[in-house]
T-cell receptor, first 110, second 112 residues
Framework: GQQVMQIPQYQHVQEGEDFTTYCNSS?????IQWYKQRPGGHPVFLIQ?????EVKKQKRLTFQFGEAKKNSSLHITATQTTDVGTYFC??????????FGTGTRLTIIP | EAQVTQNPRYLITVTGKKLTVTCSQN?????MSWYRQDPGLGLRQIYY???????DKGDVPEGYKVSRKEKRNFPLILESPSPNQTSLYFC???????????FGSGTRLTVV
């Protein structure tokens, strides 16, 4: 079946360190979306990746979509306390059934 | 302000008492979706709608109903709530094309 795994589940980093979360699928994706949910908040859309090998940047955030469109990553450079939250990758297999999974919870040690 | 509005924000109810959680968006979005969020299980899709009168099941539709009579509204109906439906519920909408979802602030439901 169509499965996506996001790793790690939890990540604790010192403020100023980098952070990366990975999303891996067993099948080819149409596109992939990334969301961030702050503690006590609702998910907020960050970006969508559509093309094979695509790389997009938003300030300190870098998003990549694999060449085979089966994996993706989100990298944060020099984390800040405002980066705290859970990051979800949401793969699209070509329909509107979008499942978020458990995400990667990032905590920052000041 | 462009937004997705859910009501109520908090609700405590008893087993078996029918309830409706309303969701409204003012962005003329075609797609709308309901999710529930539970510790350790992430966000799971309950139902989604691609336009008026077009709805389909997500991953966990059992015990829920939805309707999409108007483009802006997508209510979630629990005909006979049970304690295992205690959860945090999110409604979301998006426009057609390569766009992400805009989420509401959530409804925390407790069924006792």
């Amino acid at each position: 079946g169509q499965q996506v795994m996001q790793i790690p589940q939890y990540q604790h980093v010192q403020e100023g360190e980098d952070f990366t979360t990975y999303c891996n699928s067993s099948t080819t994706l149409s596109n992939i979306q990334w969301y961030k949910q702050r503690p006590g908040g609702h998910p907020v859309f960050l970006i969508q990746l559509v093309k094979s090998g695509e790389v997009k940047k938003q300030k300190r955030l870098t998003f990549q979509f694999g060449e085979a469109k089966k994996n993706s990553s989100l990298h944060i450079t020099a984390t800040q306390t405002t980066d705290v939250g859970t990051y979800f990758c949401t793969p699209n297999f070509g329909n509107e059934k979008l499942t978020f999974g458990t995400g990667t919870r990032l905590t920052i040690i000041p | 302000e462009a937004q997705v509005t859910q009501n109520p924000r908090y609700l405590i109810t008893v087993t078996g008492k029918k309830l409706t959680v309303t969701c409204s968006q003012n962005m003329n979005h075609e797609y709308m979706s309901w999710y529930r969020q539970d510790p350790g299980l992430g966000l799971r899709q309950i139902y989604y709608s691609m336009n008026v009168e077009v709805t389909d099941k997500g991953d966990v539709p059992e015990g829920y109903k939805v309707s999409r009579k108007e483009k802006r509204n997508f209510p979630l109906i629990l005909e006979s709530p049970s304690p295992n439906q205690t959860s945090l519920y999110f409604c979301a909408s998006r426009r057609d094309g390569n766009y992400g979802y805009t989420f509401g602030s959530g409804t925390r439901l407790t069924v006792v």
